[in-house]
């Protein structure tokens, strides 16, 4: 490991090169910047990646002749530039990311990671996120470490020695923090429907947002929860801490935390900082359908843009227009349904915030459909809970109805009705 400037390890990349970005909370925007700024010297650099935190300058439309930005999850950094041009999206399963690579289906150059710093024995830690940074890094020409100080020291994938890395910049700066969400009386509604399909014993996956955190601040009186997640955020650390989560009853990392990746406060941070409690795995185990079933009971609540009257799914699009992706939710949507008593939610405000309906005759044209009607089991709104699993289509759309909107219920069903007549 040779220690550079961010500048002289910028100059490492070609262009022609296809760059990994390590995601979420560990991206590492030293280093994005310094080959941003090298934009006027470089041609035809890609950026992949699934979400990334803070600013992407990469991703500026003016620069795509230098570089182009594809993306695996379409963050709020970079969704500009598919409308724009330079950028695309890559359908994908959270948990066939690393396949990506180790199946030489995409070819990557460079990565570029965020670490702490080597330990007496010369270990890195990949810190919040290890998603699919240690396939890449296997496959990669080059590897960059952002190596930070602050950056919490996790167990499992993301221990990386310090040989691995090629080269490496010493940057002091606090990772990406999480705003604090604020749970509205809707979504307080919803958390309790949530909560009251979860059994004690459970093993639970959820996101990041005021759903997932509505649900988690209704579990305190439940017993021997687990926890085996694509992510989690701060609203597990009273519930690990007050031992309702111990993950005791779960098979897979057994009295262990387990996940790909995590975003949050800097509580949760310290909270994860050499804490053996939590593991983090790659994409590829952690999202992997065959390995979450193993779990009893096992609950995922995943959330969608819009879901119409049989149970499809949309989570990825509005209508036409990319906005996030695939992600993991089919990975645990599965992964529950094939577990011993599992459950799977789609949980969602029946209305958008700004009032359009979200539970939908049909689906706006273009949307895609992430999880199917054959695999919907409770989709759940303020105003109760669907329970779609076995039902034909008719007792589907009576039930998708009664928990709409009420203002859109009879609109809803006329729509749906006059066009089977049509």
Do not use: W
Request: hydrophobic share 40%.
């Amino acid at each position: 490991m040779k220690y550079v400037s961010a500048q002289e390890a910028a100059k490492v990349v070609q262009s022609g090169d296809r760059i990994y970005v390590h995601a979420a909370a560990a991206t590492p925007n030293v280093l994005t910047k310094a080959i941003s700024d090298r934009a006027g010297e470089l041609r035809n650099v890609e950026f992949c990646h699934i979400h990334t935190e803070g600013e992407a300058p990469y991703a500026d439309p003016a620069l795509s002749g230098s570089f182009h930005v594809n993306s695996f999850f379409i963050g709020k950094n970079v969704r500009h530039t598919l409308a724009a041009g330079n950028g695309s999206y890559t359908p994908v399963f959270l948990s066939e990311v690393p396949m990506l690579f180790r199946k030489g289906v995409l070819k990557v150059d460079v990565v570029l990671i965020q670490v702490s710093p080597p330990d007496e024995h010369g270990f890195c830690s990949l810190g919040v996120s290890v998603e699919a940074c240690v396939a890449a890094m296997e496959r990669a020409r080059l590897v960059i470490a952002q190596i930070n100080p602050q950056m919490p020291r996790t167990f499992g994938d993301s221990v990386l020695h310090s040989s691995k890395i090629d080269l490496a910049v010493d940057y002091d700066c606090p990772i990406y923090a999480a705003k604090e969400v604020v749970i509205t009386e809707k979504e307080a509604t919803i958390g309790k429907f949530v909560a009251n399909l979860i059994e004690d014993e459970s093993t639970l996956q959820m996101g990041i947002g005021s759903i997932p955190n509505a649900v988690l601040a209704q579990l305190n009186n439940h017993k021997n929860l687990g926890l085996h997640t694509e992510m989690f955020s701060d609203g597990v650390i009273d519930l690990i801490q007050n031992g309702v989560i111990d993950c005791s009853k779960k098979k897979i990392a057994k009295g262990r935390a387990l996940a790909t990746f995590l975003i949050g406060s800097k509580k949760l941070y310290d909270f994860v900082d050499n804490n053996p409690f939590i593991v983090l795995k790659e994409s590829s185990y952690v999202n992997d359908t065959a390995i979450i079933r193993k779990n009893p009971k096992v609950v995922a609540i995943n959330s969608a843009i819009e879901v119409d009257l049989t149970g499809q799914i949309c989570a990825d699009s509005i209508g036409h227009r990319m906005y996030s992706g695939v992600g993991g939710q089919m990975d645990f949507v599965r992964g529950a349904s094939l577990s011993e008593g599992g459950k799977a939610i789609i949980a969602l405000a029946s209305t958008s915030n700004q009032g359009h309906n979200r539970i939908v005759p049909f689906l706006r044209q273009g949307a895609g459909v992430v999880t199917t009607r054959a695999h919907a089991q409770y989709i759940v709104t303020e105003y109760g809970v669907a329970d779609l699993y076995g039902k034909t289509l008719k007792q589907r759309v009576a039930a998708m109805a009664e928990i709409a909107h009420p203002d859109f219920r009879e609109e809803i069903l006329k729509a749906y009705f006059d066009n089977l007549k049509s």
